[in-house]
């Protein structure tokens, strides 16, 4: 049983265009994922896929223009709002991309330590930041003062010392130096090996290819693919959907072959296959409707022509 299920996950936005006219946008669309427990799926794609949406859809925490349609299940039951609201910050712990989210009136070792729940706080967020190269001034300071990097360290830490059962990591190694990141990986692989769960949102595919045990790739607001970290090696023959392949192939490391064309705007979405426009292997087929994700190979795929 999965710890975390999202089934055909969309989400709209009113906006007003001028006078009291409004149009909807939308912004995600049929979104299809899920966590076992003991896991951590990469969330992979570019900026404006949906990845951070997705987060905080999870944590109720979208804006109040935003329209959600589809399920979200946490432990096999439906996340309600109030539930949501239960286990926000407890449970269910966000790691975010912005450094904003620390409470600019709070010396930041004292905001680590609100997160212990079990054991001496004191010695937990001072073993975290040690851990992660932060130095015994740190937890002194106000957010105010420290660097970037050194936020998000704090932000981790948080986590880290929680007792959350599912941690949602949006961005969480940008800044940081490749020690620190290489300990922040290590801390969510045992995070992950204890039985706990990890939703690791990045840019990074190599670094969520070391901790990872699964891959989504998003496009345009959607799952196009979920595949083993195994699946991406070699020329990406393993892999399922194009747009995979191509986001693999693009890499520095890889063939270095840059995707035609750029991601939709949520305003001008094509019809069907939202990857089509810039696919090799469209057909006429692909434009008439977006297609529905499928299991092949062992993994799960939005492609008609995936083979």
Same mark, same amino acid.
């Given at each position: 049983?999965?710890?975390? !299920?999202? #089934?055909?996950?969309?989400? %709209? ?6 006078? &009291?006219?409004? #149009? ?22 570019? %900026?404006? %896929? ?15 223009? $935003? ?8 432990? !096999? ?7 949501? =609201? ?19 009136? +709070? ?16 010695? =937990? ?28 360290? @704090?932000?981790? %830490?948080? $986590?880290? @010392? ?9 961005? *969480? ?25 990890? +939703? ?8 969520? &290819? ?9 496009? =345009? ?28 192939? $693009?890499? *520095? ?14 305003? =001008? ?30 993994? +799960?795929?939005?492609?008609?022509? $995936?083979?």
């Amino acid at each position: 049983m999965p710890i975390l !299920d999202v #089934k055909d996950l969309s989400i %709209s936005f009113n906006q007003y265009i001028g006078g &009291l006219k409004q #149009k909807e946008l939308n912004v995600i669309s049929s979104l299809d994922v899920s966590l076992e427990k003991g896991e951590i799926l990469a969330i992979v794609g570019a %900026s404006g %896929s949906g990845k951070s949406l997705l987060a905080h859809a999870i944590l109720g925490i979208l804006p109040s223009n $935003a329209n959600m349609s589809g399920t979200i299940k946490y432990a !096999d039951e439906i996340l309600t709002a109030e539930r949501q =609201a239960k286990l926000r910050g407890k449970e269910i712990v966000l790691i975010p991309q912005s450094v904003n989210y620390l409470d600019p009136l +709070m010396r930041v070792g004292k905001q680590v330590r609100t997160s212990v729940k079990d054991g001496n706080p004191i010695k =937990a967020q001072r073993e975290v930041f040690d851990r992660l190269h932060l130095n015994n001034e740190v937890e002194k300071m106000l957010p105010f003062q420290l660097s970037g990097g050194m936020a998000r360290r @704090v932000l981790l %830490s948080t $986590a880290i @010392v929680s007792s959350a059962q599912l941690i949602i990591a949006d961005e *969480p190694t940008p800044g940081l130096d490749p020690v620190v990141i290489k300990e922040a990986l290590k801390n969510f692989r045992e995070f992950a090996d204890n039985g706990h769960t990890v +939703m690791f949102i990045t840019h990074d595919i190599e670094s969520a &290819l070391t901790i990872a045990d699964k891959i989504a790739v998003f496009y =345009a607001g959607t799952t196009v693919e979920v595949a083993s970290v195994r699946d991406f090696t070699g020329d990406g023959r393993a892999l399922r959907h194009p747009y995979s392949k191509a986001l693999w192939n $693009a890499l *520095p490391q890889n063939d270095f072959t840059p995707i035609l064309g750029s991601q939709p705007q949520p305003s =001008a979405l094509p019809p069907g296959c939202l990857f089509a426009p810039r696919c090799h292997m469209a057909t006429s087929e692909c434009s008439e409707a977006q297609p529905k994700m499928r299991k092949l190979r062992n993994g +799960m795929v939005r492609c008609i022509h $995936a083979t």
